[in-house]
């Protein structure tokens, strides 16, 4: 069972559409993350907030703004995807920047743009 | 770039220990390895980590080689629900912790 929960599960969007997709966690974690995972491919980083500050962004498009309202919340708001951006969007979280913490996943949002 | 290179699949019969090779030649001192898996259509799940020793818990021990270039995850009595992608990182230091994914490997737990 995860304890980072992602909402929602599915979502299908066209690409004039905005949308948004939100994490949660309650572990007092101060390092959340999202990752992008194309199918058959692994997960590759888009962001990373320490201390409810962005951190690093993986050069990732515009289109995609992420935002960390508060110390258990994670947001990513979509706008005017691309069809290639259908993918996985998984969120993840750890106690911080040490080596030594492991990062604890959700189970994502299915993203489809038509 | 991924620090780690994995078969890209592997079978075990149910029942049997699993024991999922990972080579990391350019790891650094400091550097942890870790192990996740994904069953199909969840997250990456967290399974063990370590940096020097061998290490155990309650899903799987991890054997580290003592130069560390390469180490070794074991599922004790690997179950038909242990079939998932399996993946190796080596977590750098300096890049705010993120985790590279490589391609991992595919095991199938068979009856």
């Known amino acids: 069972d995860t304890e980072v929960t992602q909402t929602p599960k599915h979502l299908v969007m066209g690409m004039t559409n905005k949308k948004s997709l939100k994490c949660e966690q309650h572990?007092?974690?101060?390092?959340m993350y999202w990752y992008k995972q194309k199918a058959k491919k692994p997960p590759e980083l888009m962001f990373v907030?320490?201390?409810?500050?962005?951190?690093i962004n993986e050069s990732v498009p515009s289109r995609f703004s992420p935002e960390c309202p508060n110390s258990s919340l994670l947001n990513l708001h979509l706008h005017a995807l691309q069809p290639e951006d259908s993918a996985l969007y998984l969120c993840?979280?750890?106690?911080?920047?040490?080596?030594?913490?492991?990062?604890?996943f959700g189970d994502g949002t299915r993203l489809s743009i038509l | 770039d991924a620090k780690t290179t994995q078969p890209p699949s592997m079978d075990c019969a149910e029942g049997r220990a699993a024991n999922l090779p990972c080579n990391h030649s350019t790891i650094s001192g400091n550097e942890y390895v870790y192990w996740y898996r994904q069953i199909h259509s969840q997250g990456p799940q967290y399974i063990i980590h370590?940096?020097?020793n061998n290490e155990t818990n309650e899903m799987a021990s991890l054997i580290i080689t003592e130069d560390r270039k390469s180490s070794t995850l074991i599922l004790p009595h690997a179950t038909l629900r242990d079939t998932a992608v399996y993946y190796c990182?080596?977590?750098?230091?300096?890049?705010?912790?993120?985790?590279?994914f490589g391609q991992g490997t595919e095991l199938s737990v068979k009856p």
């Open positions: 370590g940096l020097k």
């Open positions: 990182i080596v977590r750098v230091a300096n890049q705010g912790g993120k985790l590279i």
């Open positions: 993840a979280s750890s106690q911080g920047w040490d080596l030594n913490q492991p990062q604890h």
């Open positions: 907030y320490s201390y409810e500050k962005l951190s």
């Open positions: 572990m007092g974690h101060r390092a």
